[in-house]
């Protein structure tokens, strides 16, 4: 799973020659005193069988950590928001013509504002209507700016819906599939009165906001253009802002702070692993006063209150945050400054 500018190898594992490209950082998981590449390999289990396999779990799962709790730690001054609006686009009829297909057809989606890069599309999911009367394969594509996604599935005939709950990395999407030999709609609408929108045109996401619009699209000469075609497709989406553009700014700060979320994670998995192998048993004694140093805590050992060096290296980053927002005030429809909190206390 890759978290947009994160790439899957954004902390590499050293000596494991899979998770490692030009694209990771120069932090090594394994350059953390007590991790090592033989840790995760007899940590390893039926599910994750090598310490590649293994990493990866932890590596999505200290990226998920830091982006929610650098999130978290913005609130004080400022409020990050989720969904600016959402609506679903087209109208399927239960009737099928004459016309056979010959090309791929579907929808083009357009972010409409374009300078404002904590805006991104979202599409949650598609409605196809099959003409075939037994259950049929069907692979459609998402083409978002260079990169091209498949989803294959099975349907029965009639409507069927689609989850595809596809974040888009680029300010324009295609969600198309080949027609080539497939009976096609009688007709396709746009919604009714009340919706700003025109068939074989532009439709504007509804309310006041309108972050995007769609367009009937066809595959010709080597590009998707404009079409009256119809496509059979309704496409559900919305404007949202993205969970990961704000730390992706901040992406190289980020880095040291990701390891240390990294490593808090592959330890707790050792702390409750249920391998018997004599590393991972004898490495229990010390994992926890390890998670205090790196996540924080009291120490057995000391009696010593630590803050942890992840929550040192997430501050660091938080403050470069705080300070870099300030200049974006009615830049962004996504990130609103709610002030300085005063509390008043009775004496």
């Not at 374009?114 to 599309?121: A, E, G, L, V, Y």
């Not at 003409?131 to 005939?157: A, H, N, R, W």
């Amino acid at each position: 799973m890759t978290f947009k500018c994160y790439p899957d190898n954004f902390i590499p594992l050293r000596g494991d020659c899979a998770t490692y490209t030009e694209q990771g950082s120069d932090y090594y998981i394994n350059d953390l005193p007590g991790l090592s590449f033989h840790l995760l390999a007899n940590l390893s289990n039926e599910e994750q069988v090598t310490a590649s396999e293994f990493y990866r779990v932890s590596h999505n799962e200290g990226i998920r950590r830091f982006v929610r709790d650098f999130k978290a730690a913005m609130k004080d001054k400022y409020n990050y928001k989720n969904v600016l609006d959402s609506d679903r686009h087209g109208r399927l009829t239960s009737t099928f013509s004459e016309t056979v297909g010959t090309k791929k057809i579907g929808k083009k989606i357009t972010k409409l504002n374009c300078w404002d890069r904590f805006q991104t599309i979202y599409i949650e999911y598609l409605e196809f209507n099959s003409p075939e009367t037994e259950d049929t394969e069907y692979t459609f594509e998402i083409i978002d700016g260079c990169e091209t996604t498949e989803k294959t599935v099975t349907l029965s005939c009639g409507v069927n819906r689609v989850n595809l709950n596809y974040e888009a990395v680029s300010e324009e999407v295609v969600i198309s599939y080949d027609s080539t030999d497939i009976l096609l709609p009688d007709t396709l609408q746009c919604r009714d009165t009340g919706f700003s929108c025109l068939c074989n045109g532009v439709c504007s996401s509804s309310g006041g906001y309108r972050g995007y619009t769609v367009r009937d699209v066809e595959y010709t000469d080597g590009a998707y253009v404009n079409s009256t075609q119809q496509n059979g497709l309704i496409i559900a989406a919305s404007t949202r802002c993205s969970n990961y553009e704000l730390g992706c700014i901040f992406k190289d700060e980020s880095a040291a702070a990701i390891r240390y979320a990294i490593g808090i994670d592959i330890l707790r998995r050792a702390q409750f692993s249920d391998r018997i192998n004599p590393l991972v048993r004898n490495k229990k004694e010390t994992i926890g006063e390890q998670v205090v140093l790196w996540d924080g805590g009291t120490s057995d050992v000391t009696g010593f209150t630590y803050k942890g060096e992840y929550h040192k290296e997430l501050e660091s980053i938080v403050t470069q945050a705080k300070s870099f927002l300030q200049g974006l005030t009615g830049q962004t429809r996504c990130i609103d400054c709610t002030g300085l909190r005063i509390v008043q206390m009775t004496p």
